[in-house]
């Protein structure tokens, strides 16, 4: 089983993340942590609470974070995820009481605690893992390894040039990426492909549980945002893909690279500089996930909000 820290900013995809997360069997989830990024940390913070009530995992930690970036102005997403950062249906009021301590010292303390072993799943903004890194240098040895969404090597969906989570807070993705802590990165290479889509939807909804019932018509606004803003056909599962990196490998194939990140270009801000040619002969910092095995990660995100529809049942 491996232990993980989630660091998200709910969000439609960071929350069947959480619950992929929750419901495993590979897993143990030893907490969440929240970060301003598809909406201001008080919303995504909320929003994992809610998802946590919906799911009755109240015996999850949860542990609020930064609000915004290190040096940046937030940006947010409302055009993808809504106002309230998880529009298309009605969560649960927050049943869930929270940590008191900041996001950045519950991961130091926890992983301090720890006898070392342990993931990090960073599928927002890399703030408060950045921040985390800079306090406690020494947690860098209780870390396994990083496996975070964020970035591309081909792709891009908020400028040309960057991916969402890295180009909110492109100075704390440098601060990771060159921590000498292992990283997958888990980018829009294959996030962008792993859709969820209208039929597989429609299949969900006709579950017809607890959980499924409310998550269809989430993924439903999620998806017809992402329609309408890029042309998928459906709801791109970007923050799934990477804690399903965790329940099964063979999800995606990865490359080992260099990967830089831009915090200066005029026009690249955040883009995630990968030497696929090994040109910089810089060494390789991170496996960079570039092929994806889509029925597999289908059937996870199917069997896993199943389990969950039945847990609640009992
Ligand atoms: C990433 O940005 C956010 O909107 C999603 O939750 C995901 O983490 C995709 O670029
Ligand atoms: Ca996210």
Do not use: W
């Amino acid at each position: 089983m491996k232990k993980i820290l989630m660091d998200c900013d709910p969000g439609h995809d960071d929350m069947v993340a959480i619950m992929l997360a929750a419901a495993s069997d590979e897993i143990d989830l030893l907490g969440i942590t929240t970060v301003a990024g598809n909406q201001i940390g008080e919303k995504t913070f909320r929003n994992a609470l809610r998802i946590l009530t919906l799911i009755n995992r109240k015996d999850i930690p949860v542990a609020r974070g930064f609000d915004g970036p290190l040096v940046r102005k937030l940006v947010v997403a409302p055009e993808i995820h809504g106002v309230s950062g998880l529009d298309g249906a009605d969560l649960p009021e927050p049943a869930v009481k929270p940590l008191k301590v900041h996001a950045v010292d519950f991961i130091i303390e926890t992983l301090r605690k720890s006898s070392g072993g342990i993931y990090l799943v960073p599928t927002g903004p890399l703030t408060n893992v950045a921040v985390a890194l800079l306090k406690a240098p020494d947690i860098k040895e209780k870390i396994e390894r990083i496996v975070l969404m964020g970035g591309a090597v081909f792709d891009s969906n908020t400028t040309p040039a960057a991916e969402f989570n890295i180009y909110v807070d492109p100075e704390a993705a440098k601060i990771v990426f060159e921590s000498g802590v292992p990283i997958t990165m888990v980018g829009l290479d294959v996030t962008d492909k792993a859709i969820f889509n209208f039929d597989d939807i429609e299949k969900l909804r006709q579950f017809n549980g607890k959980v499924s019932r409310v998550v269809a018509p989430l993924l439903k606004f999620f998806g017809n945002a992402n329609k309408e803003i890029y042309g998928f056909n459906g709801a791109p599962l970007h923050d799934a893909l990477a804690v399903s990196v965790l329940i099964n490998p063979d999800v995606v194939k990865t490359r080992f690279l260099h990967v830089d990140i831009e915090t200066k270009g005029e026009f690249t801000r955040g883009e995630t500089v990968a030497d696929v040619y090994g040109i910089t002969g810089k060494a390789p910092n991170a496996d960079v996930a570039l092929e994806l095995n889509l029925p597999l990660f289908n059937e996870i995100v199917f069997s896993h909000i199943k389990k969950l529809d039945e847990s609640l049942e009992i």
